[in-house]
């Protein structure tokens, strides 16, 4: 197995009030990564994913995406010394 990594992800549009951190949650419990998720005073989402690259890349690829009703207008995300978080919880 490889090692784990984290990335920091700022997403900005409409994602907040579209259930953008319980669905973000849902899909890192699925992938199997630790981390958090949670808005921000500016309107936008903040997350971090820990775990293997592949499954982060994947989370990545969702919150690009988002929700249904949101709208992705830019997703940034920077790479992160892993911290050994363990679990997936809304902020």
Known sequence: MSAPVRRHL?????????AFRFATRAE???LGLSGWVRNRADGSVE????????AVAR?????A?????ARVES???RDEPPEG???FEIR
């Open 10 to 18: 700022t997403l900005r549009g409409r994602v907040q009030g579209v």
């Open 47 to 54: 997350a971090v994913f820990e775990g293997p690259a592949d």
């Open 28 to 30: 890192a419990q699925r």
């Open 65 to 69: 995406l988002g929700p249904p009703a």
């Open 75 to 77: 997703a940034e995300g």
């Open 59 to 63: 989370a990545e690829a969702f919150c």
């Open 85 to 87: 978080l363990s679990g």
